[in-house]
């Protein structure tokens, strides 16, 4: 995740003149998860998974381990004053992703709603002013899908 508030970032998002660009990655402690037990880090991408990652080689059964892998309940987030929040994000949609979003809200409101497809996407939303204060930005994953985030 990229919380963009500094000069022109690499995804061409402009900022205010002066502040900094951050990037921050899934086990940043400046983060809050909720619905996850632990992260599995293969292929390079950090899973978000709802069970500890030790106790999936003891499930009798695939489809247990398969749900214990999509993200329903997963959400991530963060206090913060920046103008717009990037995310990186590699999904597998284990549906139609018109009915599994990713929403993000400031403040507990609905500010963007996401329903991209499977495959890996940069995507950028702007976060609405809070009169220069910060906002608790949230951001919850699609239930359907098992997405994983590069770090």
């Known amino acids: 995740m990229t919380a963009d508030t500094g000069p022109d970032s690499d995804s061409g998002t402009r900022c205010a003149p002066g502040a900094a660009e951050e990037r921050l990655v899934p086990g940043d402690p400046r983060l809050s998860f909720d619905g996850i037990a632990g992260w599995d880090s293969g292929d390079g991408a950090r899973l978000p998974l709802r069970m500890p990652v ?15 892998r999509t993200t329903a309940g997963v ?34 409101a609905l500010v963007h ?29 699609p239930h359907l899908s098992v997405p994983g985030s590069r770090p």
């Open 75 to 108: 959400r991530f987030a963060v206090r913060t004053d920046a103008r717009s929040l990037e995310l990186e994000l590699e999904v597998e949609v284990e549906a139609d992703p018109g009915g599994s979003p990713l929403e993000v809200r400031a403040d507990g």
């Open 54 to 68: 030790d106790r999936l080689d003891t499930v009798m059964s695939a489809n247990f381990s398969r749900l214990a």
């Open 113 to 141: 709603r996401w329903t991209g497809g499977p495959g890996r996407h940069r995507v950028a939303f702007p976060l609405p002013g809070t009169d220069g204060g910060p906002a608790e930005v949230e951001v919850w994953l």
